[in-house]
């Protein structure tokens, strides 16, 4: 490894370990409901969008939907960005999408709009390969999974190829971020509060468990919002 890479890897360390420290602090249910609240309304205004066309059509091609309403930029690391996502995968059948599940992102440089310090993102995972990524305890985009940005406008000439489509918006604006290294993982604090119980994404994403009965509310409008994209 060249000396030139060294400064950036290790900000890319510090800044996961203090993510991941941080998801290990006691989460509790109002949290994740804050959470489940945020992400339904970016999903909603994305969806909504004008100019997300090709969302739109493609979503029900998605063996999985990454919803993350806030990534900030980590002032007191260089370039340093993170925050909470939630992941939702269609049912068997006729089934609704499952979910939510909780997850954590992480990443050294996430390529924010100039002056912007936070932004959302919506991933789609297209493949079989991303899907079955979301089921161990953490997948790295652009080593263990490629990823596409997403068109943005009307028709789109070329296909889209990547196991993840990524749509990313910074101070309202959609643009093109660099995800490279971006590290996906597990928040099983996040999920046993959620869920009253211990689940892992297996659970949640392919078996379709069901939330603690305070919690239900909160997940079916998410998912009935993704069961019109159907």
């Known amino acids: 490894m060249s000396k030139g890479l060294t400064p950036r890897l290790n900000m890319t360390i510090i800044f996961s370990a203090l993510v991941l420290a941080g ?7 109002g949290d994740v409901m804050v959470d489940v609240k945020a992400a339904e309304a970016t999903l909603a205004e994305f969806q909504k969008d004008p100019q997300m066309v090709w969302l739109r059509q493609n979503m029900k091609n998605a063996k999985a939907v990454l919803v993350s309403p806030y990534i900030f930029k980590a002032g007191f690391v260089w370039g340093a960005s993170g925050g ?3 992941v939702l995968a269609p049912g068997a059948g006729n089934r609704p999408w499952n979910g939510p599940a909780f997850y954590t992102l992480a990443t050294a440089s996430f390529g ?3 002056g912007a310090q936070s932004s959302e993102v919506v991933a789609m ?3 079989d390969k991303a899907m079955n990524s979301l089921l161990s305890t953490s997948v790295k985009l652009g080593a263990d999974l490629s990823y596409a940005l997403g068109p943005v406008g009307g028709s789109v000439a070329a296909p889209v ?3 993840v489509v990524v749509f990313v918006r910074s101070k309202g604006l959609y643009g093109g971020a660099n995800l490279d ?3 996906i993982t597990i928040d099983e604090k996040g999920n046993r509060a959620f869920y009253g119980r211990d689940v892992t994404p297996t659970d949640i994403l392919i078996k379709g468990v069901m939330p603690s009965a305070s919690s239900i509310d909160y997940a079916i409008p998410m998912t009935s919002l993704m069961s019109t994209q159907k």
């Open 181 to 183: 290294g971006t590290l």
């Open 84 to 86: 909470r996502a939630i």
């Open 161 to 163: 190829v990547g196991d």
């Open 112 to 114: 924010f709009q100039a």
């Open 125 to 127: 995972f297209m493949t």
């Open 23 to 29: 998801c290990a602090s006691t989460r509790t249910e």
